[in-house]
């Protein structure tokens, strides 16, 4: 190529280079300005679905008013007696018709005018269906209002029966709703025949707060006008003086312990206070209590011990080496059927020296992961749950790991001993 030649291409060249490189200058505000606005489309629709989810459970967790439908709890006798609670906004006095039948006609009352109303029947029949409504008779009028019924123990030993068994209620304010779907299979049980539940503790999110409480009653209203809650005192209920958790589950006076126990036909009950599994929560007044409760109840074919806090686990909380020295020596010497417990987040059933250790906490807190899973353990999952028994004292007991639509994810058998 001559070089005048050359130089007109060189020319051409750098006069095009020039020419795309202001075109580039021209266009790169408008570049930039396409890309911020979809950086912005992006963005958004990432965000759009979390922003919806949490209007949703803000919306979802909601409680306008105090006004609570019944709960129920045994006190005393299973056989003979039973607590009956409701909560009102307005200052009333608390009064329950209640009877054998639809109709009921019997009154019962408590004439202090509180927002809380407990109102405790006895001399019931044993194994007898009851059926209540609450209210107040401020007016003189009768009262109106959904009838209700629940069913008292049997005063024997013999007659076969459903319980049920949750724990872990609680829900954080941005909770993925877990107990609203566990209730509606609690509530299916109680349609059933179940005949009351066991709560393995953390009940509410917050026990000093208020809103956790109403927003653990607006769901559990789908089972509690049914069936007896017995409950055990979580870390997340035990807030000091326990106040809110006291004035729920009608313990009749501040210093009133929060450990108890319970016969129903051929199954011991024991439910002890230990939300933390910290060596202050294993007080002399208990663990006597415990040793006299389960001697005593030697002869009962089935005995269920329940309290929060495990003593062995794979999930978060793992092996606490202070609930397993106080307890591992109660269990064994009393041959305990079955232990209950919470805590962790997920499902578990362990056998450990012969007793087996059940972990159900999937009533509705955000589920935790499973981290190890020990040699004791038999089965583990961590998914939404609850626990149904089913007693039958002639041939022994059996268990079954449920989800909120029914279905059943493990099983065990116990002989009656």
């Known amino acids: 190529m001559d070089p005048e030649s050359k130089n007109k291409t060189q020319s051409m060249d750098t006069s095009t280079r020039w020419g795309l490189i202001a075109t580039l200058r021209k266009k790169k505000p408008v570049t930039i300005a396409k890309s911020i606005i979809l ?71 408590n004439a202090s005018s509180v927002g809380v109303h407990h109102v405790y029947l006895s ?49 954080a304010a941005l909770g993925i709703n877990h107990h609203p779907l566990v209730a509606q299979g609690l509530a299916r049980d109680a349609a059933a025949g179940a ?48 106040p809110l958790y006291r004035k729920y589950f009608a313990f009749r006076n501040g210093g009133e312990n929060l450990f108890y126990s319970f016969n129903y036909s051929a199954v011991h009950v024991l439910v002890l206070d230990i939300p933390r599994g910290s060596v202050g929560d294993f007080t002399t007044s208990m663990m006597d209590f415990a040793k006299a409760d389960l001697n005593a109840s030697v002869a009962m074919p089935f005995k269920v011990v329940i309290f929060h806090c495990p003593a062995i686990s794979s999930g978060f909380f793992g092996i606490n080496q202070v609930v397993l ?49 020990l040699a004791e353990t038999r089965a583990v999952a961590s998914l939404p749950h609850y626990a149904r028994f089913r007693v039958d004292p002639a041939a022994g007991m059996t268990f079954e790991a449920v989800t909120p639509d029914g279905a059943v994810f493990d099983t065990a058998y116990f002989p009656a001993t």
């Not at 019924?149 to 049920?164: E, Q």
């Not at 020296?353 to 509705?364: E, P, R």
Request: overall charge negative; hydrophobic content about 35%; glycine content about 8%.
């Open 39 to 109: 950086n912005m489309v992006l963005s958004f629709s990432l965000f759009l679905p979390v922003f919806i989810f949490v209007k949703a459970r803000s919306e979802e967790r909601v409680v306008l008013s105090n006004d609570k439908c019944p709960w129920l709890k045994f006190y005393d006798n299973p056989s003979t007696t039973m607590v009956i609670s409701w909560e009102t906004d307005a200052s009333t006095n608390s009064y329950v018709e209640y009877g054998m039948t639809p109709s009921l006609g019997t009154p019962a009352a």
């Open 123 to 171: 001399g019931l029949q044993p194994n007898t269906t009851y059926y209540y409504r609450v209210g107040n008779n401020d007016s003189g009028a009768p009262m109106t209002g959904n009838t209700f019924s629940f069913t008292t123990a049997p005063a024997t030993a013999d007659v076969p029966f459903v319980f049920l068994a949750v724990s872990d209620t609680q829900e």
């Open 195 to 242: 005949r009351f539940i066991l709560h393995g503790g953390d009940v509410a999110e917050d026990g000093a707060d208020q809103d956790s409480w109403n927003y653990y009653f607006k769901h559990a209203a789908m089972y509690s006008p049914w069936l007896p809650l017995m409950t055990a005192i979580g870390n997340h209920d035990d807030k000091p003086g326990q």
């Open 325 to 373: 020295d106080n307890m591992r020596p109660v269990l064994d010497q009393y041959n305990v059927t079955l232990v209950i417990t919470g805590h962790d987040h997920h499902y578990e059933r362990l056998v450990l020296d012969g007793t087996t250790h059940l972990v159900i906490g999937g009533g509705g807190g955000t589920l935790d992961p499973c981290h190890e899973v």
